[in-house]
């Protein structure tokens, strides 16, 4: 009984569901068994002018809540997609903070899992292990934009450039007596109609930004477009990667499925399963340095959720 109230609280709104959490150890028990099996809807971090603020929106009750975080400081702030904030602040110092429990770790915890990093100017990459005790560089990984593991391939995808999409073998890390390094191997190319540069591996518009994810068994490219006189986002565009020919199909209409993306690992849900929070065949992201909210639906028009 109580798993299904806790269920209840989570579709509903996770207001709801974070305070049934904390009544006493048998509701936060449950309240756990729920998370561990189901996908909750995300809230979205949007920008703000003072240092102290943060504003978090709650999709499932259009509410935004405006916080007082000083742990987040003059600090840019990345989604981890299990609850915590990963702040990285101007002397590169690395924390994770929980903006609702307000749990701060200094020190990162250990991996418990293959972890693989993106970072410099360059965008490089590099991985580690729970054994590990420094970072693998991962050879050949320049001007990656995004990285993902996608279950029904087995593997981890990388997305470089303009959309060319490789991947890593990340066993190699397992095995103690291996000392090859680590390669990325050519996976599917972008098509003319997603790149129109002359090399997509190592070159990127700065007008453009891509995310990986797997959606419901589909692995999904997303391209996002920005305005070169606003900088702010001008569109999307959505590709499916055919698994037998490897070549990518763009995506008209993603039916009852929605899409996140942000400083943070793109995701998706089924707007069936949140149908008082959120619009199927839709993408909903933030625009940094503005504090507005939106949701971009059928691929076409953008409407101002926070503000209008």
């Known amino acids: ?3 299904k109230i806790a269920g209840k609280c989570m579709s509903i709104n996770l207001k709801d569901y974070v305070m049934f959490s904390c009544v006493c150890r048998s509701w936060h028990e449950a309240a756990t068994v729920v998370k561990s099996n189901n996908i909750i809807l995300p809230w979205l971090m949007l920008s703000n002018d003072d240092g102290d603020k943060r504003n978090l929106f ?5 509410k935004c809540y405006n916080l007082s975080l000083p742990e987040t400081r003059n600090r840019n702030c990345y989604g981890t997609g299990s609850g915590w904030i990963l702040t990285v602040g101007l002397d590169l110092e690395i924390h994770l903070f929980n903006p609702l ?3 701060l770790l200094h020190d990162l915890p250990p991996p418990t899992r293959g972890v693989v990093v993106i ?3 360059s965008d490089f990459v590099a991985a580690a292990t729970p054994e590990d005790t420094e970072w693998t ?4 990984a320049i001007d990656v934009g995004d990285v993902a593991y996608c279950p ?5 995808l990388f997305v470089q450039g303009s959309g060319f999409v490789s991947y890593c073998d990340l066993y190699q890390l397992l095995l103690s007596n291996n000392k090859s390094p680590l390669r990325l191997v050519d996976y599917a190319s972008p098509s003319k109609q997603i790149s129109k540069l002359g ?3 190592i070159c990127r518009s700065i007008l453009e930004k891509f995310y990986l994810l797997e959606s419901f068994g589909d692995i999904l490219m997303v391209k996002r477009s920005y305005d070169k006189d606003t900088v702010m986002t001008d569109g999307f565009e959505v590709y499916k990667l055919d698994l037998q ?3 990518w199909e763009e995506v008209v209409d993603l039916g009852d499925v929605v899409l996140f993306v942000g400083n943070s690992p793109a995701t998706s849900v089924k707007a069936s399963c949140f149908p008082s929070s959120c619009n199927p065949n839709s993408i909903y992201f933030t625009d940094d340095g503005r504090e507005a909210c939106y949701w971009y639906n059928e691929f076409g028009n953008m409407i101002d959720i926070v503000q209008g």
């Open 152 to 156: 029904t391939l087995g593997l981890t």
């Open 137 to 140: 560089p991962i050879i050949d």
């Open 199 to 201: 090399n997509p591996k």
């Open 101 to 103: 429990t307000r749990d």
């Open 119 to 121: 970072y410099g100017e």
């Open 1 to 3: 009984m109580l798993e």
């Open 58 to 62: 709650d999709l499932s009750i259009k």
């Open 245 to 247: 020919t490897k070549q």
